[in-house]
């Protein structure tokens, strides 16, 4: 990477929500593929959810724990950072216009999913990433989640960072309302290592990278691809 860019994972699953590999093999795989900061983001949902894999207010103490034990041996065998965070995932069963997920990264406290929630975690000084946000005009097998789209103005105060590239997926209508944009890999499976990221041009740790998505300065996206001869599909 160029002097002073950090390379950025801004989005994980491990097994303590959806994920298929632990915080020790997300940690391997991308230390192993020479990344600076890799972000764990597990989901949390709110009560009606039928997602059951989530972290919740009993589970939040071991997931930190976990993740700030593979900390020290990520920056000691790697010289990667590791930063904690949440999906905070507010799914309306009906509606995708209701439905928003966004990422709080740097969370040092727990998060419920119900009122208030990206102003508490405002507070706690994360950075809010909007993930996956789908407008109105596009179409995936995923679950859609649009309601960022939708009531952008509601949101435009509160989030610092929006997600052109998820893994394969473009969304163009933030590149048309010229928003902060970030890329990462929605990760879940080792496979999905291979997808746009981010570099941020800022100190290498963990403050400094959160506090400077928040800031919303220029930050660089690039496709990551584990083979330069098979270039990173990529589905509008």
Not at 142 to 155: D, N, Q, V
Request: net charge negative; charged share 25%.
């Amino acid at each position: 990477m160029p002097d002073g860019l950090l390379l950025c994972e801004l989005h994980a699953h491990t097994t303590w929500s959806d994920g298929y590999l632990t915080v020790p093999e997300l940690v391997d795989l991308y230390g192993r593929h020479e990344f600076d900061v890799l972000c764990i983001t597990d989901h949390v949902v709110r009560l009606d959810d039928p997602l059951t894999t989530a972290v919740d207010s009993w589970t939040w103490p071991g997931y930190v724990s976990a993740i700030r034990a593979e900390a020290r041996r990520a920056i000691d065998e790697y010289g990667l950072l590791l930063i904690p965070g949440l999906e905070l995932t507010d799914n309306d069963q009906d509606d995708p216009d209701r439905s928003a997920h966004a990422l709080a990264i740097g969370l040092e406290r727990h998060i419920a999913v119900d009122g208030g929630i990206l102003t508490a975690a405002n507070e706690q000084g994360a950075a809010l990433v909007a993930a996956h946000p789908y407008s109105a005009g596009d179409s995936t097998p995923l679950r859609l989640t649009r309601r960022i789209a939708a009531e952008l103005e509601s949101f435009r105060g509160l989030i610092h960072r929006y997600e052109l590239f998820n893994r394969y997926e473009v969304f163009s209508w933030i590149a048309e309302e010229r928003l902060p944009a970030v890329a990462s890999g929605d990760v879940h499976r080792d496979t999905h290592l291979a997808s746009w990221k981010t570099l941020v041009p800022c100190e290498k740790n963990p403050a400094a990278v959160v506090d400077y998505l928040r800031s919303r300065g220029r930050v660089f996206l690039m496709p990551y691809a584990l083979d330069e001869r098979e270039p990173v599909p990529l589905a509008a």
